[in-house]
């Protein structure tokens, strides 16, 4: 399993990657995604969710916590209303690295 800091900065790399799929697999198949008051339960869930958001970019201003359970402060800026925000993002995973819990809040 990746470090606290090596996770966070594979996450916010693989959330900008043009190919989603780098982001997809580092959920686990039962993820529950909490954003912006809704809750994805799912894989197929958090795909669709995913492919919603627009092209952002992510400056980490924070990390803290253990690796299975961390947590990452992230000014987001892009074409959105509101832009540029701060954010906190909360993971939890498993035993393997991918993520089971994401929630995300202002």
Same mark, same amino acid.
């Given at each position: 399993? +990746?470090?606290?800091?090596? %996770?966070?900065?594979?996450? /916010?790399?693989?959330?900008?990657? #043009? ?6 697999? +580092? %959920?686990? &198949? ?11 339960? =799912? +894989?197929? &869930?958090?795909?669709?969710?995913? *492919? &919603?958001?627009? #092209? ?8 803290? =916590? ?10 987001? *800026? =892009?074409?959105?209303? =509101? ?5 906190? /993002?909360? %993971? ?9 819990? +994401? *929630?995300?809040? #202002?």
């Amino acid at each position: 399993m +990746l470090n606290t800091q090596e %996770f966070v900065q594979e996450y /916010f790399a693989a959330a900008i990657d #043009p190919d989603p799929e780098r982001y997809h697999a +580092l %959920f686990a &198949e039962q993820v529950v995604v909490r954003d912006d008051g809704k809750t994805h339960r =799912g +894989l197929a &869930e958090v795909r669709a969710w995913r *492919s &919603e958001v627009p #092209p952002v970019r992510y400056r980490v201003r924070e990390v803290s =916590g253990p690796a299975a359970a961390c947590r990452a402060t992230a000014e987001i *800026s =892009g074409d959105f209303p =509101g832009s540029p925000v701060t954010l906190h /993002f909360v %993971f939890e995973r498993d035993t393997q690295g991918r993520i089971t819990s +994401l *929630s995300i809040e #202002p």
